[in-house]
């Protein structure tokens, strides 16, 4: 068979191992001449730009998660590693979706099943290629996958369980409008059975539209009949389950996303003990709303995860000290306004702003009566964090929250959240 991989970063080296096998013809495809992951050798390619645009006389075109259909042309059909994975897994999946929170939402899954004794593979958009590890999955395993709008956009089979978080405007940027961003989302529910599940945040009106598309059991949460909090501890119905302090993640966000695993495991899991065993083993992901060090009695949180408006408001809400926050980046066609409205509500003491979206952040923040300083789209991650250590003083929280994309200053957010790690760690202890 001959089959195109078009786009070569990381999820793309994994579909090219795996399809490259004596029966197929494989040739590499990306618009960079240099494409993210080093060529292997002797591989055919078309490199360049317009590259997608010569994709005809393929039999498969394997695209990469953020290539959108529409912008292959070929005759032949277009597939992904999602599709492939989804057709070929023995496991039951649960897929979990949202704007913000699934890969918690996904590892806190994962933790409560591990801790009641499933086997249980993390795999999806959390930075697993689901295709290296199918050969490992048995039948009696379980599988959760994390799903980006991007992966969803042209699935075939929905997961034995969705799951939707919280969601808003993303990715706009890439997708043609919000409505292609919901629309693609829409499909971890569209093709469920009557015999699937969907969990979804009864809070947020989009993942409650969406789980309108499903013909299966909907179990909404946080509500009484269900995962809940109530008096500082997690309930599901009229079954107290454990305090909130095993949970080892700020902010009522995350309780919520705790409430979503439990409402998601509760067919496998139901043991009070074992869900807050599950809970405490989870200590938070990279880059998501974690302190990184105390400095002069000043605490410095790396959320550079927070790519949207709403990440970086639940990080506001998460703390009720006075706080500095590093807003900025790339756009993804975002509005500020309910950001800056809560900057303003949630004693925000100064605003730092960076990248190419700090003009338009000080606007809206300025309008809304928030002090900032615009630092520009050149400035190193140790120069805004010397500003920040300036602004603060002891008792207050500094948060990288940016609510942008991190493209131009940085890789990703890893990176851009990494150097900021550096900075902090830098910071003299007598600041």
């Known amino acids: 068979m001959k089959i195109a991989i078009a786009g070569y970063g990381i999820e793309g080296e994994a579909n090219y191992a795996y399809w490259n096998t004596l029966d197929n013809d494989i040739t590499i495809v990306d618009t960079k001449e240099q494409p993210d992951r080093a060529l292997p050798p002797d591989a055919k390619t078309i490199l360049g730009e317009g590259a997608f645009d010569e994709l005809r006389g393929f039999d498969i075109?394997?695209?990469?998660?953020?290539?959108?259909?529409?912008?292959?042309?070929?005759?032949?059909?277009?597939?992904?590693?999602?599709?492939?994975?989804?057709?070929?897994?023995?496991?039951?999946?649960?897929?979990?979706?949202?704007?913000?929170?699934?890969g918690t939402t996904s590892s806190l899954i994962a933790h409560i099943l591990r801790a009641g004794g499933h086997t249980v593979h993390l795999v999806g958009n959390i930075g697993v290629p689901a295709l290296e590890i199918l050969p490992d999955i048995s039948d009696d395993d379980i599988v959760v996958y994390e799903l980006s709008s991007f992966q969803l956009w042209d699935l075939e089979r929905s997961p034995q369980v969705g799951v939707v978080v919280h969601i808003e405007e993303d990715h706009l940027d890439v997708h043609e409008n919000f409505q292609d961003y919901i629309t693609a989302k829409g499909n971890i529910a569209r093709?469920?059975?009557?015999?699937?599940?969907?969990?979804?945040?009864?809070?947020?009106?989009?993942?409650?539209?969406?789980?309108?598309?499903?013909?299966?059991?909907?179990?909404?949460?946080?509500?009484?009949?269900?995962?809940?909090?109530?008096?500082?501890?997690?309930?599901?119905?009229e079954q107290l389950l454990c305090s909130v302090d095993e949970l080892q993640l700020a902010g009522i966000h995350n309780q919520e996303n705790a409430c979503a695993a439990i409402a998601t495991v509760w067919p496998w899991v139901q043991d009070g003990v074992v869900i807050g065993e599950g809970i405490r083993s989870f200590e938070g992901l990279e880059h998501r709303l974690k302190l990184v060090r105390e400095v002069a009695g000043i605490r410095y949180y790396d959320d550079s995860i927070a790519t949207t408006p709403g990440s970086a408001i639940a990080a506001l809400r998460a703390f009720s000290e006075p706080k500095i926050i590093i807003?900025?980046?790339s756009s993804k066609g975002a509005d500020f306004t309910e950001l800056a409205q809560v900057a303003a509500e949630r004693n925000v003491k100064y605003a730092l702003l960076v990248g190419e979206e700090a003009d338009r952040l000080e606007t809206e923040l300025q309008e809304a009566g928030v002090k900032t300083e615009n630092l520009g789209p050149r400035a190193s991650m140790e120069n805004v964090v010397e500003a920040a250590s300036a602004h603060a003083e002891a008792g207050d929280v500094v948060i990288l929250s940016p609510a942008c994309a991190s493209f131009g200053m940085f890789k990703n957010y890893a990176d851009r959240g990494d150097q900021f790690i550096k900075a902090v760690t830098s910071l003299s202890s007598e600041i």
């Open 61 to 102: 075109v394997i695209r990469t998660a953020g290539l959108a259909p529409d912008k292959i042309k070929t005759d032949g059909h277009v597939w992904s590693a999602t599709n492939e994975f989804f057709e070929k897994c023995p496991a039951l999946i649960i897929g979990v979706t949202g704007s913000k929170g699934k």
């Open 191 to 237: 093709k469920q059975g009557i015999n699937d599940r969907l969990v979804y945040n009864t809070k947020n009106k989009w993942a409650s539209e969406i789980a309108e598309l499903s013909v299966g059991q909907r179990i909404p949460y946080p509500t009484e009949r269900t995962a809940h909090v109530r008096d500082g501890n997690f309930w599901y119905n």
């Open 327 to 329: 807003l900025g980046g």
